[in-house]
């Protein structure tokens, strides 16, 4: 015997006892109206199935099967409504169900098939324990900051690197990036998408943070650590054959081997006669002992079966015009897959405008007796300086590098396992002669970075991490550690190549594998650190779950009392009106008078 | 008397005692505030403060002298004049406006007023407040004259800020001062600091005051780098003092090395800068005379963060003449600058027939400034002005933009020649022989076909011959074969036109005919010349002079229009080079030609141990948690102290690196410092990595690219 069940039968023989009493005064009435009998009779049985279901409302049926699951950031307003499971990143609203994950509340009540989150949404802990059910997640409007950002993967010592990213809800913002010490090295304005690229420099090898600054007006809205990872490969062995000696050749010997690279140059002088490094022989065998060679366009003429051979096996090739190309050169290069497209002869080169003395001076290291300081800033007066009026790119080839008008001045395209690459600018040696030196080592390196033969190194470790949240790590072969900031050791435990890590600091860590005698350094966020841009990661990851499909709503679900407010609006209505019935003198107009 | 005479008369004295009581009240306060504005800022603060000043008084005094009205009159004279009879109202009542009675009493009253002067009624001097202010105010102007100067006299010393734990025994500072006496030709005033780190020009006198407690024995000031400075026990004091030559570090070392390591200070040495000259006109460098112009002014400014020297130089130089003629000749003369010493302004009065300036010279002016540094002072030399006067013979060439020549008047005159040659032949056909004449015409032909090998030449034509100035004919013409040889040739030369072939002198044609250095116009013309002159010459040659005439005419018409285009242009461009042919190359002699090797060593970088010390203090791959070896850093830094940019923050982070090896925010210091001290080296390449055994045999699969 329920308390419902007492109620009804209360109920009902008050119901039945008043129906009697009503049918006992019709009768022993003056002037009986047998309409209004009528509908007290009927309306009282009304009221009391109302008054019922005030008590006892009937159970919910409608959208039973659907969890709803608080993530962080979650509003206060949202305990409100049908129950609430809470997740440790949820605030405390109050009211819910605290859960330590997503899998025990899926655990807790089985025969959930849907779940809608309400927050910013999960966090990737739960994305497997998602995938199990379909999600319902409306995504909230992306705060202003940075949504993305992509740090260099390695940078060679010295050389130019580029920072790219997003800004979400702040066009037009400025963004800057400091160099270590502090000092703006690069400073653009996001485009109208929020995007930037950035440009700083390395010095020697070693992990470094810049930082990246945005800044909307004066204020800065945003600042974030970008590691950079400099690492030095082995160096290149480089050939240069020219067939006559010229400034081009001994600018790019002296900046080849100022960078250490081995370089050996042959320049014919004519009648067999040859200067630069001792004689070799250019065959298959002499060639396979070269990273990359730089050959001009009348060297190539002679020796290009040999070359082309080497290159499929892995040479690296730039090739480069000393002067405006004859016909058969072009016909050759265009079967190579450039396109050279355009007017033949030579045009003028745009060089870009030179940055200001303060953020150039950032780009630069310290000068020395030989080299000054300032040999690096551009002089006021620019380089002549021409390529040829064909472009490469176009056909099979990828852009590689342009000039500052636009036009593309290196393309690059695979040959087998080696790469060929055409440089159409002549005579890039003024630039290190009016302070672009800068400007030639970018072009040369990029160059010769692109197309030299492949070399074994360091896999630079991608997967930007949090501290306090699980990373991944892939690519191991073996057992694995990782020496913390601190100098404490942690150990991977590959499954599949991948072993997970939880970071407790943020810093630079070393993922140290037996095989390799050199520990991979990977940068790991502080946990405060880019928040919208790890929103923006989990956000994604979200949208990639299986939304509800009508289908989901067939599952089982448990019963939600309902709400008894409209219930008891409803028995007061009709309370009401039986009240006015039983005291109207509608009906009854004979009485009254009687009664005087 | 009439009324306002009277009033006049009775006011004055009182007016002018109030004049100058308000001024004897006032001249203390002005003398005053006069005093406190010269110490403050000099003599300008005094003018300006008397002026003020004096003025506020005198509009105070005829504010008070105001009051001094008829009303205060007849009120000071009823009051103090019995014998008015409280009646002085009626003396400058309008007696037009009175009664009988009235009237007689104001006569009575005239006739009594003087009998008293004027001078009773002046109120007495403020006999108070007079002596008050005279007082305070000489005291005043005795504080503002008397009142110590900073940096001089006994310094005040302030706490110590270098917050060491106090050990018992060991003496540590407890308070300090440090003063800094600027060389006198800066004119800057001496000043007491409170801390330790200073920023002063380079030459001051610098002095510590120090206090130890408990009282030292042996402190000195330990230059980073240098040698020990001792101090100098002065009551409870210790003092020193040295110039500043260059910027330093520096410890206070209370106790010759016990206890713990003092921090650093800093004092930078700000340089003298040599002044900045710069012309404020004429604004271009270059200017011309223009007509009637006698005399010539440059303006110069010269700017110095000190001062710059009231004289300077002008150096002029002189070029005159023209040509391959020209003279030069330098003179200085002094200038006196005007303006205040940090901004002169010089502007020296050329007079050109006192310097011998004429036309077709140059005139070159350059300021030589020196500043007021001591004991020697930076010279300067500013920027050249170039005054023109350009030659009434020669039209200005307008720069570089094309080299001008005329050229050709020996042509023109040899066609006329031709012209009038046979013209008298013509007159002359009855006297001949028909074969004479026919000689003499084909003689004419020959001149003309010279001259026109000469035109087609220049054309770009090919030449016949050798070809013989038609003015200098050799055995075909003699003074006297008949015919006017219009006098003798200007000018002998070697071949035709040589005079004229300046072009090729000092042109240095870039092309490989004369040709295109006419411009197309001028080309046509002159083809249409030559085109009439073959057929005068074919005409001559067959024995027609007649018939020759009209092409000679119109030939010479044409030479006429080209005389108009006497201008040949020199192309602007880059020679147009042939393409080389490789299979002629080291074809010639090569006895001692043989295949070299050129030896290139590289340049080695030089900041291996700042590069070691930055990968140590990170937290990277290099680094090292615990203390690390800085003194190879420490070597390397003052090596190389000319390239870095701030050696002596270097110094300093080192040091506090190596006092606390434990100190994150040190360490952090000095590692962002070093980012700014090593050098950027040639940058090295990022190599791709191999792809794996998949992908290698995908990439020789698809292979590519047809040699």
């Known amino acids: ?154 940078v060679a010592p010295g050389s130019s690197f580029s920072v790219c990213g997003q800004l979400s809800a702040l066009p037009r913002a400025t963004v800057e990036l400091l160099d270590p010490a502090g000092q703006v090295t690069d400073s653009v304005q996001a485009d109208a998408d929020g995007r930037f690229t950035l440009t700083g420099t390395a010095r020697a090898a070693g992990a470094v943070l810049f930082t990246l600054r945005v800044r909307d007006g004066r204020r800065t809205v945003e600042q974030a650590s970008v590691p950079v990872l400099v690492a030095d490969s082995p160096a290149p062995r480089l050939l240069i054959l020219s067939a006559a000696p010229n400034a081009e050749i001994k600018y790019l010997r002296r900046w080849a081997s100022d960078a250490g690279f081995a370089v050996t140059t042959q320049m014919s002088a004519g009648g067999g006669i040859a200067l630069g490094d001792a004689p070799i022989a250019i065959d298959g065998a002499t060639l396979r002992r070269f990273d990359v060679a730089i050959i001009d366009d009348r060297s190539w003429a002679t020796r290009r079966g040999v070359v082309m051979g080497a290159v499929r096996d892995g040479l690296g090739l730039i090739l480069r015009a000393s002067g405006p190309i004859d016909a058969a050169t072009r016909g050759q290069w265009r079967a190579l897959g450039f396109g050279l497209a355009g007017k033949d002869g030579v045009a003028p080169l745009a060089l870009p405008k030179a ?242 | 008397m009439s009324a306002a005479d009277l009033l006049a008369r009775w006011t004055a004295p009182a007016r002018r005692r109030v004049l100058a009581d308000s001024l004897v009240l006032a001249v203390p306060l002005i003398l005053a505030l006069a005093a406190i504005g010269w110490r403050l800022s000099g003599m300008v603060a005094v003018v300006v403060t008397v002026l003020i000043g004096v003025a506020i008084a005198l509009l105070v005094a005829r504010h008070r002298a105001a ?116 060389p006198a030709y800066t004119g800057l005033p001496p000043r007491d600091l409170a ?129 391959e003629n020209v003279t030069f000749s330098e003179r200085e003369i002094a200038l006196s600058g005007s303006g205040p010493a940090r901004d002169r302004r010089f502007s020296p009065r050329l007079d050109f027939s006192a310097l011998g300036f004429g036309a077709g010279g140059d005139m070159v002016v350059q300021l030589i400034v020196r500043d007021t540094r001591q004991p020697v002072a930076n010279e300067v030399r500013g920027p050249s002005l170039i005054l023109r006067w350009p030659s009434p013979k020669q039209p200005e060439s307008s720069g570089l933009q094309g080299m001008v020549n005329t050229t050709l008047p020996a042509y023109f005159r040899s066609q006329r020649q031709i012209i009038i040659d046979a013209e008298t032949l013509i007159k002359q056909k009855r006297r001949l022989a028909p074969d004479r004449y026919l000689a003499r015409s084909a003689s004419i032909g020959g001149d003309q076909q010279i001259l026109r090998g000469r035109y087609s030449q220049f054309l770009g034509g090919e030449e016949e011959g050798t070809p013989e100035p038609p003015t200098n004919d050799g055995e075909q013409h003699s003074d006297d074969d008949g015919h006017d040889h219009g006098g003798p040739p200007r000018q002998p030369g070697p071949g035709f036109g040589a005079p004229e072939d300046v072009l090729a002198d000092f042109g240095h044609p870039h092309d490989d005919s004369p040709a295109s250095s006419l411009d197309p116009e001028t080309r046509a013309i002159l083809k249409k010349a030559v085109d009439e002159m073959w057929q005068s010459e074919l005409q001559l040659k067959q024995g027609h002079p007649d018939l020759a005439l009209p092409y000679a005419y119109r030939a010479l018409r044409f030479i006429k229009d080209v005389q108009q285009a006497t201008r ?84 300093g982070a080192i040091d506090a690196v190596r006092r606390d090896p434990a100190c994150l925010p040190c360490r952090a210091k000095l590692r962002a410092l070093l980012w700014t001290a090593m050098e950027r080296p040639p940058a090295h390449l990022a190599r791709r990595r191999p792809a794996d055994a998949g992908g290698t045999s995908y990439q020789s699969v698809i292979g590519g690219g047809t040699p």
């Open chain 2, 67 to 182: 009051r001094y009205d008829q009303r205060w009159l007849v009120r000071a004279l009823d009051a103090n004049r019995p014998d008015l009879e409280d009646s002085a109202d009626l003396l400058f009542a309008d007696p037009a406006m009175l009664g009988p009675l009235e009237r007689l009493q104001q006569a009575r009253l005239a006739d009594r007023i003087d009998g008293d002067s004027p001078q009773s009624l002046r109120p007495d001097w403020s006999r108070r407040l007079i002596p008050i202010l005279w007082i305070a105010g000489l005291i005043m102007i005795g504080l503002a004259l008397f009142w110590p100067r900073p940096g001089h006299g006994p310094p005040t010393l302030a706490p110590s800020t270098e917050a060491l734990p106090a050990t018992p025994g060991i003496p540590r500072l407890v308070a300090q001062n440090l003063r800094i006496i600027p």
């Open chain 1, 355 to 596: 940055l200001p003395p303060a953020i150039a001076r950032t780009r630069q290291g310290i000068g020395s007796d030989d080299v000054p300081a300032d040999i690096a800033l551009p002089d006021e007066m620019l380089p002549e300086i021409s390529r040829l009026g064909l472009t490469p790119d176009g056909g099979d080839a990828v852009q590689l590098l342009r000039d500052a008008g636009g036009a593309t001045l290196a393309a690059w395209r695979a040959v087998g396992t080696g790469r060929v690459a055409l440089f159409t600018g002549i005579d890039s040696y003024p630039l290190t002669l009016t302070g672009y030196r800068t400007l030639y080592g970018d072009w040369w390196s990029a160059m010769l970075a692109t197309v030299a033969r492949p070399a074994p190194g360091m896999t630079p470790i991608t997967t930007s991490g949090w501290a306090g949240e699980r990373m991944v790590l892939c690519g191991l072969t073996a057992a694995a550690q990782v020496e913390r900031p601190d100098g404490r050791m942690a150990n991977l435990l590959p499954v599949g190549g991948c072993g997970a890590f939880w970071p407790e600091r943020a810093g630079w860590h070393l993922l140290r594998q037996p095989r390799n005698s050199q520990p991979t350094p990977f940068y790991v966020q502080p946990a405060d650190a880019l928040p919208v841009m790890r929103a923006a990661r989990d956000r994604d990851a979200m949208l990639t779950l299986r939304p509800p499909t009508p289908g989901d709503r067939k599952a089982t679900g448990q019963p939600n009392p309902g709400s008894p407010w409209p219930f008891a609006l409803g028995w007061l209505l009709v309370s009401a009106l039986l009240w006015w019935l039983e005291r109207a003198r509608i009906g009854r107009a004979t009485v009254p008078q009687s009664a005087k």
């Open chain 2, 195 to 323: 801390s330790l780190d200073a920023r002063a020009p380079v030459g001051s006198r610098i002095e510590w005051t120090l206090r130890f407690d408990p009282q030292a024995t042996v402190p000195a000031i330990q230059p980073v780098g240098g040698a020990r400075l001792a101090l100098r026990r002065d009551g409870a004091n210790w003092i020193a003092s040295r110039t500043l030559d260059a910027s330093f570090l520096y410890r206070v070392d209370p106790a010759s090395g016990r206890g713990p390591t003092p921090p650093l200070h800093r004092i930078d040495a700000i340089a003298d800068n040599p002044p900045q000259v710069k012309a404020l006109s004429p604004a271009a460098s270059l200017s011309m005379v223009t007509a009637g112009q006698r005399s010539w002014s440059p303006v110069f400014a010269a700017t110095d963060d000190y001062g710059v020297a009231a004289t300077a130089r002008l150096r002029i130089t002189l070029a005159i003449g023209e040509g």
């Open chain 1, 1 to 154: 015997m329920t308390p419902a069940w007492i109620t009804a039968i209360l109920l009902g023989m008050a119901v039945l006892l008043a129906s009697v009493r009503l049918i006992l005064w019709y009768r022993s009435a003056a002037a009986p109206s047998p309409k209004r009998l009528i509908a007290l009779l009927l309306l009282q049985p009304i009221c009391a199935v109302l008054l019922f279901l005030t008590l006892f409302p009937p159970a919910v049926t409608t959208g039973g099967d659907a969890l709803r699951i608080a993530t962080q950031g979650t509003p206060r307003l949202a305990a409100m409504g049908s129950p609430l499971i809470l997740l440790p990143e949820a605030p405390d609203t109050g009211a819910g169900e605290r859960v330590p994950d997503l899998a025990t509340a899926l655990r807790r009540h089985p025969g959930t098939s849907e779940i809608i989150v309400v927050g910013n949404g999960l966090p990737l802990r739960d994305m497997d324990a998602a995938k199990t059910v379909a999600v319902r997640f409306d995504p909230p409007p992306q705060r202003p900051g940075i949504s993305h950002v992509a740090p260099p993967a390695i």
């Open chain 2, 568 to 651: 040949i242009f020199l192309s602007r461009v880059g020679p147009e080079l042939p393409p080389i042919d490789a299979s002629r190359r080291m074809t010639g002699k090569r006895e001692g030609l043989s295949s070299r090797v050129l030896a290139i060593s590289p340049v080695e970088g030089r900041d291996g141990p700042a590069a070691a010390a930055w990968r140590a203090l990170g937290d990277g791959p290099g680094a090292i948690r615990g203390p690390i070896e800085l003194d190879a850093l420490d070597r390397w830094a003052r090596g190389q102290a000319a390239h870095l940019p701030d050696p002596l923050a270097l110094s």
